[in-house]
């Protein structure tokens, strides 16, 4: 049969693209139950998001170095009060004097990640072991100090953003690779490993993760030789990363279980070991195809970074109810604008995690595709 040629006719109609009104008429109002939500939750954000601009953009208080600035019927929330206190909100209690050890360490975190992110940045294997190797090093000597020509800045004077992007990276950076292990482990066929695995992953799936910071903090130094105490962050640390690895490793062994067997016996005909499989031809399409689950997992474990406040680490959220305590800048819109700003840098980082997932998974499915 000869084939038809199509050349210069235009696409089928339901590829072509739709106007606003045919849109909305076919996912929005396309029956009566569908018109009446639609309706509902106009209606809803109808009630919720003028009050919302109102009170953070059109009747805020932009400008002022008091608290009078504030005071005063019908004003919206006080910005004056972030702005007098970003550095608390970003540093904490960190010496004014050292504030540029921090600023370098945000640097070259940025310069480290950036090239990380970009799929076609070149010498990535250097760059994949700078950030995974040499800038925590970097970071720890210039965050603590206590070398020549560096004072020492103890933990309990870190704070505000720097606590929550410490806490989170961390559990990140250690999660990921460990959670491969566990997940590989529990799939092993040596039925110790595996048992081990097992024990682990639900033995920390089982537990909250304020009950692992408060073991860590509080009963952890009762079970150590005495006169030896780790830092109190450093136990959160340890913490948080542990805990997330039980979670990553579950998302892990879903991708696992998706790869068909064929895949593995492939690998292994070609004459590869079980080590150049996994690496080379299983994780690989395993890991893309749970990307979601672990950009999710990700930002699960960056909002419970939080949870730090309840053994005395003040992160972003603790130095923000720490400064609503300060009497110079008490007033009724306070605490409200302080969780607002607290909010929006949350939102901030976790929006930019979900979409940079969404950008590796069309380009991933791209280049499956051709």
Request: one cysteine or more; charged letters at 10%.
């Amino acid at each position: 049969m000869a084939m038809e040629d199509v050349t210069g006719r235009p696409p089928p109609k339901n590829q072509m693209r739709m106007s606003p009104v045919v849109w909305a008429r076919r996912n929005l109002f396309s029956s009566i139950g569908n018109t009446i939500l639609t309706l509902v939750c106009l209606y809803l954000l109808w009630l919720a998001i003028p009050p919302f601009l109102d009170f953070t953009i059109f009747s805020a208080v932009w400008s002022g170095t008091t608290r009078e600035a504030c005071l005063g019927d019908g004003k919206g929330a006080c910005w004056p009060f972030v702005w007098a206190n970003i550095g608390q909100f970003i540093y904490g209690r960190y010496p004014q004097d050292e504030l540029w050890r921090v600023n370098i360490v945000f640097a070259l975190g940025i310069l480290a990640i950036v090239p990380a992110l970009i799929p076609s940045a070149p010498a990535k294997r250097f760059n994949l072991i700078f950030l995974l190797v040499i800038y925590p090093l970097i970071a720890l000597v210039l965050l603590a100090g206590d070398r020549p020509g560096l004072r020492p800045v103890p933990t309990s004077e870190w704070g505000g953003l720097l606590v929550t992007l410490v806490v989170a990276l961390t559990g990140i950076v250690v999660s990921l690779p460990l959670g491969i292990v566990l997940a590989l482990g529990r799939r092993s066929s040596m039925p110790a490993i595996r048992m081990l695995c097992i024990v682990f992953i639900e033995f920390w799936r089982g537990v909250p993760l304020i009950t692992v910071l408060f073991m860590a903090s509080v009963m952890l130094p009762l079970f150590l030789p005495e006169g030896m105490s780790p830092d109190n962050l450093l136990r959160c640390l340890v913490g948080v990363a542990l805990f997330s690895s039980a979670y990553m490793a579950e998302v892990v062994r879903g991708g696992l279980q998706a790869i068909p067997a064929g895949q593995y016996e492939a690998a292994r005909a070609v004459g590869l070991t079980y080590w150049q499989a996994m690496g080379q031809v299983v994780l690989p399409q395993a890991l893309r195809h749970v990307i979601p689950g672990i950009v999710n997992t990700f930002i699960g474990l960056f909002k419970d970074t939080t949870l730090v406040l309840i053994v005395g680490i003040f992160d972003l959220l603790g130095q923000v109810r720490a400064q609503l305590s300060d009497p110079s800048w008490t007033v009724p819109q306070g605490a409200l604008t302080g969780y607002i700003f607290a909010a929006l840098v949350f939102w901030v980082f976790c929006f930019g995690m979900s979409q940079y997932s969404n950008f590796m998974e069309r380009k991933l499915n791209a280049a499956r595709e051709r």
